[in-house]
């Protein structure tokens, strides 16, 4: 295997442009349909142990590479190595597979193969795999030259111990009704539409109206939107009870009182507890909560409203149209490219390379999945970005968003330890944020006026402060949810509202129906990534420490930045916050002087 590392801030980038171009024209194949979609992909790499016409839905062939690695002797530490690699690759094409299978389900919820496919990975494909998952795992912990492995696999070693540990054969067939059970969420989510002057809409493009002047359409489109979402209430509910009773068994059936803290385990949430996340809810009731207030109430005055209501947090306050930085995906696109090589040369070309792949799916459009994501395409280590665009100015810094996460994939693209190219999901994040922060100087490409910078720029900062409680809320709910299975519909809704009014000052809901009783269900990850949403807050904080650095010494903090980001999985949370220049802590007095930092730019 060789214990070679990437050093810390060694650009290994020019090399990894010189091997993509280089493929980039070689002989495409079919790879069982994939490419239907991915049209632009390069060639995947030569590969050392699996055969190139090897198909990952076929269960037999899979079970008879998976049963060749379980029985093979194992002498010596060089076989070890051997039989480790080779187990690394069949990863990387599998997940390759799995990613390509949940991406085309998610850019055509009507695309009836691309279900068909994603129904079989999730019903046959990973059942099968995952008692031989447990099975190498165990192998390879059980090994009796372990003491003699290499040293940098002690974090990997760890996380493979707490699979096994929390591996149950029993809960394969629980762990597929989950995923079908949350992709009918996916599903209902994106064929939602709304007739709203005279055209069908999506929710996401019914978004735009919140940011319409005249309040009179800003409140009509808010509560078509409403009773749009009202409709599948029941269902969603429905769909939500069904989770948190498999969820919950999944937990007993691996010894866990509850799913919470058998979900944080799974995690590999080796460098905190959940009794840190009350931790950060605190803090953000003492820190941000008065700042929100102040955000709000300078919103209301500028406005000239007696209260404010939902449909007035989005809009100008002095009245102005709304931003309307783009009209294509393609125009977000080469500009967000611009602001990237700007940023860092390194980070222009890389995108540069997304787009000539065909890596991007940015526009909204009927029957696509709600929300945006970067998922990996591991055996080509290439990042790919989907996302809902509609023009908007939040588009801007969601592609700036994502675009951070695969200039992570970017970074880890040589690390020799596959589970290493990987790095724990708050430090993801916090790379993804940083990059909103670090681009948002670069706002002339999209906006020729200073005016309209600055209001860009305040939007952002203004929901950095407005994110933070919103985190909280869905944290608290969730752990609520999962300490108290056995609750009620009511029971859940008033838990929900009770969180909710901790952390949403100066709103008035008045008027506004039950509205604001079902607003979590919105969020996907409660449904599809349950507790993926601390990460969110914590690697906000890890942003704003990157930020704050970068505005004494730009050139150093994106240094150190990068440094993190090649580091991938081989270092801890703690670790990689201390490289990037901040630290791990959830407390007030860390998080205050950030949001001091904020709200001085922003004039308070």
Known sequence: MGERLVKPGVDVSQKNEKSLRACVERQKRDDGGMRVYFKKLPAAPKRRFIPRDFQCGDVAALNRVYESLAARPLPNLGAVKEWFEEWSELTMIFDEYDAMTYIRKSVNSKDRRARKDYLHLIQKVRPAVAPWRDKLNRRLLEHPLRRRFPKRWGLLLRSKQNAVDLFREKNIPIQSRIEETALSYSRLMAGLEVLFKGKKRTLVQMGRYQEEPCRVLREEAWKKAVECRLKVRGEVDGIYDQLVKLRTREAKNAGFGNFRDYCHQGYDRFDYRPSDCFVFHDAVEEVVMPALRLIREWRRQEMGLERLKPWDLAVDPQGRAALNPFRRGDELAENCGKILARVEPVFGRQFGLMRRFGLLDLDNR???????????????????????????????????????????????????????????????????????????????????????????????????????????????????????????????????????????????????????????????????????????????????????????????????????????????????????????????????????????????
Not at 402 to 429: N, Q
Not at 505 to 520: N, Q
Not at 539 to 544: R, S
Request: hydrophobic letters at 40%; glycine letters at 8%.
């Open 366 to 604: 009927p029957a696509k999945e709600p929300g945006g994501y970067q998922h990996t395409l591991s055996e080509r280590q290439l990042p790919f970005i989907f996302m809902n665009a509609v023009g908007r100015d939040t588009d801007v810094r969601t592609l700036l968003h994502e675009a951070g996460h695969a200039f992570h994939t970017f970074a880890m693209r040589e690390e020799p330890v596959l589970d290493y190219r990987h790095a724990p999901m708050e430090f993801c994040e916090a790379a993804s944020m940083s990059m909103e922060l670090l681009g948002n100087r670069h706002l002339d490409l999209f906006y020729r006026r200073e005016e309209d910078r600055e209001r860009s720029t305040r939007a952002l900062l203004e929901g950095v402060i407005e994110v933070l409680p919103w985190i909280a809320t869905i944290d608290a709910f969730q752990h609520w949810v999962y300490t108290h299975p056995a609750h009620s519909r009511a029971e859940r809704s008033a838990a929900w509202m009770r969180i909710r009014r901790r952390f949403d000052g100066g709103v008035d809901w008045t008027g506004c129906g039950r509205a604001g009783e079902f607003l979590w269900q919105k969020q996907g990850h409660l449904f599809g990534s349950p507790f993926y949403y601390i990460e969110y807050g914590i690697a906000q904080m890890g942003a704003l420490m990157v930020w704050t650095a970068s505005l004494k010494n730009r050139r150093a903090a994106l240094a150190r930045y990068r440094r993190a980001l090649a580091l991938g999985g081989s270092r801890g949370l703690r670790e990689l916050f201390r490289v990037a220049g901040g630290r791990l802590d959830f407390s007030a007095k860390t998080l205050r002087p950030l949001v001091e930092a904020v709200m001085e730019k922003l004039g308070f």
